[in-house]
């Protein structure tokens, strides 16, 4: 039992990451065979990752027919961007009424050091995991787990779109990340405002460009 748990997450996570990478096609069928054989598992814990995946959205599978992954469309993709607007001020707001832990500051600090390497390195793939990891962070040590699982479905299905929107302009890299910086220096200096207020303009800033 303990090694079938183990392959059905491993098959969730590879396949997971070869959809936010753009290997496969939006609209593209695929079928388990081709799974199987991209894998190199057996169709019991493919099925049971397709089925996580559909759930949260990211495909659609019907068993013993097809997987077909789902493309957003972009008023969805505007409506999910207004929904994080929502919830992250709110989390930023919550932080910054706390008191961090140093395990936490070492955390996030970590995670803008990894930020700054790609995003010297132009590497925008390794970048918007690093971004998405900062969200995820703030929101996790916020510890309200509905959020934490609405952010982490939230960015399966946008890390495409996240992708586009760096490789669209080239700067906007370094502004996220100095967004990052200057929402986390707010957080720790008990500025809700501040942080609210930069939290907002970051995502606005990206759906923006998702439009243009």
Same mark, same amino acid.
């Given at each position: ?10 098959a969730?996570?590879? &396949?997971? !990451?070869?959809? =936010?990478?753009?290997?496969f096609?939006?609209g593209e069928? $695929?079928t388990e065979r081709? *799974? /199987?054989? &991209?894998? !190199?598992m057996s =169709? ?8 996580? $995946?559909d759930?949260?959205? *990211? /495909? ?12 957003i ?7 999910l ?6 919830i ?5 707001r ?8 140093g395990e936490q ?13 790609h ?7 390794a970048?918007?995991r ?5 969200h995820?962070l703030l ?6 787990l509905e959020?934490?699982h ?38 720790r ?19 923006q460009?998702?439009?243009?």
């Amino acid at each position: 039992m303990r090694m079938a748990a183990t392959l059905k997450e491993k098959a969730y996570l590879q &396949l997971k !990451q070869l959809i =936010r990478e753009g290997k496969f096609q939006s609209g593209e069928t $695929l079928t388990e065979r081709h *799974l /199987v054989e &991209l894998l !190199q598992m057996s =169709r019991t814990p493919i099925r049971a990752a397709l089925e996580r $995946l559909d759930a949260e959205g *990211l /495909v659609q599978y019907t068993p013993n027919k097809g997987i077909q992954l789902l493309e957003i469309s972009l008023q969805r993709a505007v409506d999910l961007y207004d929904f994080r607007m929502a919830i992250e001020t709110h989390i930023v707001r919550k932080l910054s009424a706390c008191i961090l832990t140093g395990e936490q500051i070492e955390r996030v600090q970590a995670n803008l050091d990894e930020q700054k390497f790609h995003m010297r390195k132009f590497d925008y793939e390794a970048f918007t995991r690093a971004d998405l990891e900062f969200h995820l962070l703030l929101a996790r040590f916020h510890e309200n787990l509905e959020m934490i699982h609405a952010i982490d479905r939230l960015q399966n299905q946008l890390f495409r779109i996240a992708l586009n929107v760096m490789r669209k302009d080239r700067n906007r890299m370094q502004v996220s990340y100095e967004d990052h910086v200057s929402v986390f220096e707010h957080i720790r200096n008990g500025n809700a405002a501040g942080a609210g207020e930069t939290m907002m303009r970051h995502l606005e800033f990206g759906k923006q460009i998702l439009v243009m």
